[in-house]
């Protein structure tokens, strides 16, 4: 008798590497739990490059489908989270070069997308209200900060990346990415970034559905490659 699968849920606390092994042996389905775990990352660093969410989920897509294809590459000279951030990173300035996107102010690139659910059931209207306002400010600011500071801002301070990595991701030198973080800090706006704090942290989220909708295209993806 056939055992029933284990739980993705039970998989939530693997390693990255453990996880990577099984599916390289051939545990295919647990390349969802790395998704899950990651889409937050990679979402924030892809659109901190592209400044548009459609782009930014395109991006997320192929990141993800070629580090499937290229998974017993990964040496564990580096984190995984290291790794797969570089090959999304890679893909986003890929297609700036190839110039498949419009340049957009910062105004433009976040118009529409109401930034509202990150709102907390726990406080009241108003709180709710300030608060949505006061990260739409950030996401703003963020934004609108030069191509150089903003992916090395998003990385380490809304990611908390160490200066490592950062580094490893966007092959600069540390004395680069502390100048270049040094110098976005310092172009936020002080009435941002204070009054927000630990906020910073809820930007640029990336909730649920959308969270289902890029698994469930990669996967398909992944399972329309192994058939040909």
Request: hydrophobic content about 45%.
């Amino acid at each position: 008798m056939t055992a029933a699968p284990v739980p993705i849920a039970n998989f939530a606390k693997v390693s990255d590497e453990e996880l990577v092994s099984r599916v390289l042996a051939g545990d295919t389905g647990l390349f969802e739990i790395i998704m899950r775990r990651y889409n937050q990352l990679l979402y924030r660093v892809s659109r901190s490059i592209l400044r548009n969410d459609g782009e930014a989920e395109d991006v997320m897509q192929d990141a993800y489908v070629r580090a499937y294809e290229h998974l017993g590459q990964f040496a564990g000279k580096s984190e995984f989270r290291t790794w797969l951030t570089r090959i999304a990173v890679h893909e986003a300035l890929a297609r700036v070069r190839r110039g498949k996107r419009f340049e957009h102010s910062a105004v433009d690139a976040i118009g529409g997308d109401s930034m509202d659910l990150f709102a907390s059931s726990q406080r009241n209207p108003e709180r709710q209200v300030a608060d949505a306002e006061l990260r739409h400010l950030l996401e703003q600011s963020i934004l609108a900060l030069p191509d150089p500071y903003r992916c090395v801002y998003m990385l380490r301070d809304v990611e908390q990346m160490s200066i490592e990595e950062v580094c490893s991701v966007l092959d600069l030198t540390e004395s680069t990415v502390k100048v270049r973080l040094h110098r976005a800090r310092r172009a936020l706006r002080k009435m941002i970034v204070g009054r927000t704090g630990e906020q910073a942290l809820c930007a640029f989220a990336f909730e649920a559905p959308r969270c289902d909708r890029v698994v469930a295209s990669v996967l398909a993806r992944i399972s329309a490659g192994a058939q040909l």
